[in-house]
């Protein structure tokens, strides 16, 4: 092949590569995987079921798609809640030994469940910035219009571009992915730090694997995820 086509080729090639769309790239941010470290503060070390709390909690992200997944007592327990932005939907699928619960929530309903977990509150931008797993990390405080729940201090990054990345959480007036904050749940207080950032190419499968789960309502859901916690806070 002589040199003039062997360029005219390599051009072809490169043509037919840009003409099938742009492919991932890790410096587009939209595409990963974050590693958080867990902490129950509430709990104390030598509490007998402190070794079946997860300690690790794993966010993959896809543009308008998120997953956070908590796993315990190799793999007895394990909780996967799914936020898509794209339809509006939003999943919690609890797995317990050889049972499996999922509730499904849609649209409107979304916002009203996640706010009668938590009083309203203001955002307060401090102006502080730190670093967290290698990103610049924005503090705020969250105010709370009740009294006698004490104010909050969350670190947030812009850096990894979800688009409203807490639109299905308690947090939905925070701009930013949350790489320092904490939530109660169940009567559970948890502490998350991102420990590790990595951006790849997440498969859609991920966000829909989930078979055999059975269908349950809000209520149903609380009460058997209250059973299970309830025995931490002896």
């Known amino acids: 092949m002589s040199q ?3 360029y005219s080729f390599i051009i072809l090639i490169t043509a037919l590569l840009f003409a099938c769309g742009k492919s991932y790239s890790p410096e ?17 070390d030598d509490h007998f079921m402190k070794s079946f709390l997860p300690d690790e909690m794993e966010m993959v992200f896809q543009g308008k798609k998120t997953m956070n997944s908590l796993k315990a007592g190799m793999g007895t327990f394990k909780s996967d809640m799914v936020c898509n932005l794209e339809d509006s939907t939003m ?4 797995k317990v030994f050889t049972k499996k619960y999922k509730l499904l929530v849609n649209g409107k309903d979304i916002l009203p469940m996640i706010q009668r977990e938590m009083p309203d509150y203001t955002i307060e931008k401090t102006g502080v ?3 967290i797993a290698d990103l610049p990390a924005e ?10 729940i004490p104010d909050m201090t969350f670190y ?3 850096e990894i571009k979800i688009e409203n990345p807490n639109w299905c959480t308690p947090f939905y007036k925070v701009p930013g992915v949350l790489l320092q904050y904490e939530y ?15 951006f790849r190419k997440i498969d859609d499968e ?3 694997d989930f078979k055999g789960y059975k269908e349950l309502t809000q209520d149903e859901m609380d009460e058997q995820m209250n059973e299970i916690f309830e025995s931490f806070n002896y």
């Open 129 to 131: 910035t730190k670093y």
């Open 4 to 6: 003039y086509f062997r």
């Open 156 to 158: 947030y990054t812009s």
């Open 139 to 148: 503090e705020v405080i969250l105010h709370f219009t009740e009294d006698s």
């Open 28 to 44: 587009d941010k939209s595409e990963g995987k974050i590693i958080y470290h867990v902490e129950y503060p509430d709990v104390s």
């Open 206 to 208: 991920i966000f829909t």
């Open 184 to 198: 109660t749940k169940y009567g559970m207080r948890m502490v998350f730090t991102a420990q590790k950032i990595e």
């Open 91 to 94: 999943g919690q699928y609890v």
